[in-house]
């Protein structure tokens, strides 16, 4: 899917900031700015604020042929982006 950057929404927990390996919680799918592929807009498919997410640095892109997200977070999609995506 072009256009699209993958962001993580990370465990919001006092102390678990997510240049500290804060688990992932959910994947989220946002639209890349306008004129920056590799750059996420401001919200994501689903409505939410970028500005705490963090940006994957695997990009649907990337991998022709396979999902938005990464296989290995495929039990934390959100489900609104997902239905988004593929719609």
């Given at each position: 899917?072009?256009?699209?950057?993958?962001?993580?929404?990370?465990?919001?927990?006092?102390?678990?900031?997510?240049?500290?390996?804060?688990?992932?919680?959910?994947?989220?799918?946002?639209?890349?700015?306008?004129?920056?592929?590799?750059?996420?807009?401001?919200?994501?498919?689903?409505?939410?604020?970028?500005?705490?997410?963090?940006?994957?640095?695997?990009?649907?892109?990337?991998?022709p042929g396979s999902g938005w997200y990464p296989r290995e977070y495929?039990?934390?999609?959100?489900?609104?982006?997902?239905?988004?995506?593929?719609?």
């Amino acid at each position: 899917m072009s256009g699209t950057v993958v962001v993580y929404e990370y465990d919001d927990t006092p102390g678990a900031a997510p240049g500290d390996g804060a688990p992932v919680l959910r994947v989220h799918a946002a639209p890349a700015a306008p004129g920056q592929s590799g750059v996420r807009g401001p919200r994501t498919l689903c409505g939410k604020d970028t500005f705490a997410m963090g940006t994957a640095s695997w990009q649907p892109a990337g991998h022709p042929g396979s999902g938005w997200y990464p296989r290995e977070y495929a039990d934390r999609v959100c489900p609104a982006c997902d239905d988004a995506a593929d719609g």
